[in-house]
């Protein structure tokens, strides 16, 4: 397999985001159960995201697989803070090492003066936390109405653990 992993231009976000869409509900329609319809589901989750894509700090990496998207990462920089806010990796690709590869490949690509990262997880989503844990992120507290861990750590960690490695796609 050979993974590659590029930026969404933002121009492509009318074209791209339904098939990021559909990965997320594909991996989280086994974490959190709705009684929403995919059409309902994907109307809310668009119109929250098409319009916060369009500020200039937010990001999307596409991970691909040869030609096929098989994953994406949602992300900004806040003061000095890594903001992790989506990854999402399509089921039959997970544990093939594209989560590593792309830790090891975005390290490269992000500012050099980073302190800190932060994410959120559902507390239904154990998977998640522990992939936070695994970056060196702390659960700090609860967010929301309480259905919200916030977690943070160290950008450091993350930088030791897949900042050394040579890369090779």
Known sequence: MTFRFEYL?????EQILPELFHILYLNMSYVISTEK???DEFSEWYSEVFPAM????????LMFCNEEIVGYFQYYINNGSLVMEEIQIKKEFQGSGIFRLFYEWLVL???SDLISVEAYSNKENLRSQQILE???LVKCGEVSDGAIFYYKGDFSCIFKKYGTSDISL
């Open 9 to 13: 231009d933002k121009s492509a976000l």
């Open 37 to 39: 319809s995919y059409e």
């Open 54 to 61: 369009q500020k200039e700090p937010r990001c999307i990496v």
């Open 109 to 111: 690509c992000l500012p």
């Open 134 to 136: 695994h970056l060196g």
